[in-house]
């Protein structure tokens, strides 16, 4: 017996030396496992970086950030960002108009007035748009949602802003919805039931109420949503054409940043040309432009989030 308990007492204490061990490595790995993404982020900046100054040794900065002529193929390159720009802020503009009301919307009647059934209903075909690939949604703006806008209005050119903003703004839609909803219900039914008992319409709860409870989930839905129509590039490289154009029409063909990162990648740019080095001048603009979004985002969500 005394045999028996020794050598249970010896087994018991290696399996506390394992656990130990375990308990010790848990963290480290986890840090590994995190320091991946970190590394990663670091090395497309130092690429990006480290590519950008090659170009800019070639192109002037002044040039790249100041003229309105972006002309990488022809014979005489003209190096104006601010045509891609233009662009693309043109796709974003006409997204976010069209999905934030949209998704707002639908967030304010899943959270609020959806019974529990249809919410389980509705919500997840909701978010099968976001599921789609996006070179679907391309092609769906250029063969279905152009040739439905031509015929409304006719001064709208096959390749166009409108059509694949549009677009764009169907593809954001379950991401403004979803994070709005999350943010409306986390919002205690305590705010809801005192509203209603001082004697406020269940419209003027919304409004009054949840809405400015739940604005930093909201705002911060929407700057994501934003940068994720800035980065986009099926739609835009299937749908906007391949025209830089730094106007503000959005019935003529356009292109832009992530658009034409596609087209230098497609192998249209030799290897070691001006035209090949701007494709990470255009990257590292479409990386800041995503990162101040992030910060936007990450600033409003600190501002105005409340504490229940």
Same mark, same amino acid.
């Given at each position: 017996?005394?045999?028996?308990?020794?050598? @249970?007492?010896?087994?018991?204490?290696?399996?506390?030396?394992?656990?130990?061990?375990?308990?010790?490595?848990?963290?480290?790995?986890?840090?590994?496992?995190? $320091?991946?993404?970190?590394?990663?982020?670091?090395?497309?900046?130092?690429?990006? /970086?480290? =590519?950008?100054?090659?170009?800019?040794?070639?192109? +002037?900065?002044?040039?790249?950030?100041?003229?309105?002529?972006?002309?990488?193929?022809?014979?005489?390159?003209?190096?104006?960002?601010?045509?891609?720009?233009?662009?693309? *802020?043109?796709?974003?503009?006409?997204?976010?108009?069209?999905?934030?009301?949209?998704?707002?919307?639908?967030?304010?009647?899943?959270?609020?007035?959806?019974?529990?059934?249809?919410?389980?209903?509705?919500?997840?075909?909701?978010?099968?748009?976001?599921?789609?690939?996006?070179?679907?949604?391309?092609?769906?703006?250029?063969?279905?949602?152009?040739?439905? *806008?031509?015929?409304?209005?006719?001064?709208?050119?096959?390749? &166009?802003? /409108?059509?694949?903003? /549009?677009?764009?703004?169907?593809?954001?839609?379950?991401?403004?919805?979803? $994070?709005?909803?999350?943010?409306?219900?986390?919002?205690?039914? %305590?705010?809801?039931?005192?509203?209603?008992?001082?004697?406020?319409?269940?419209?003027?709860?919304?409004? @009054?109420?949840?809405?400015?409870?739940?604005?930093?989930?909201?705002?911060?839905?929407?700057? $994501?949503?934003?940068?994720?129509?800035?980065? =986009?590039?099926?739609?835009? +490289?299937?749908?906007?054409?391949? %025209?830089?154009?730094?106007?503000? &029409?959005?019935?003529?063909?356009?292109?832009?940043?992530?658009?034409?990162?596609?087209?230098?990648?497609?192998?249209?740019?030799?290897?070691?040309?001006?035209?090949?080095?701007? *494709?990470?001048?255009?990257?590292?603009?479409?990386?800041?432009? %995503? /990162?101040?979004?992030?910060?936007?985002?990450?600033?409003?969500?600190?501002?105005?989030? =409340?504490?229940?």
């Amino acid at each position: 017996m005394s045999e028996y308990n020794i050598q @249970k007492m010896i087994s018991e204490k290696k399996g506390r030396r394992s656990s130990a061990f375990i308990e010790k490595m848990v963290p480290i790995i986890l840090l590994l496992i995190t $320091l991946v993404s970190v590394l990663t982020t670091i090395g497309i900046l130092v690429t990006l /970086l480290s =590519e950008t100054i090659v170009f800019f040794t070639r192109v +002037s900065p002044i040039e790249f950030l100041t003229s309105t002529e972006w002309s990488a193929f022809s014979s005489d390159p003209q190096w104006g960002i601010f045509a891609l720009i233009m662009g693309t *802020l043109k796709i974003t503009v006409i997204a976010v108009i069209f999905a934030v009301p949209v998704g707002l919307g639908a967030a304010i009647y899943l959270s609020e007035y959806a019974s529990d059934r249809v919410r389980r209903i509705i919500k997840p075909i909701l978010e099968i748009l976001a599921g789609i690939p996006t070179v679907v949604y391309g092609f769906f703006a250029l063969t279905f949602v152009t040739p439905l *806008l031509r015929g409304i209005w006719s001064e709208v050119n096959l390749f &166009n802003a /409108l059509s694949p903003g /549009l677009v764009v703004g169907v593809m954001i839609i379950p991401m403004i919805a979803s $994070l709005s909803e999350d943010a409306m219900s986390a919002v205690p039914n %305590t705010m809801r039931e005192g509203a209603l008992g001082l004697g406020s319409t269940r419209l003027e709860m919304v409004f @009054k109420v949840i809405l400015p409870a739940a604005i930093s989930g909201i705002l911060s839905s929407i700057v $994501l949503a934003v940068s994720r129509a800035i980065g =986009e590039t099926m739609i835009v +490289s299937i749908a906007a054409g391949s %025209t830089p154009n730094a106007s503000i &029409n959005i019935l003529e063909s356009l292109q832009t940043m992530t658009g034409f990162i596609v087209q230098v990648a497609s192998g249209d740019a030799t290897y070691g040309t001006d035209t090949y080095f701007s *494709l990470y001048a255009v990257g590292m603009t479409l990386f800041v432009f %995503t /990162l101040i979004m992030n910060v936007v985002a990450q600033w409003l969500s600190r501002k105005f989030r =409340e504490e229940y």
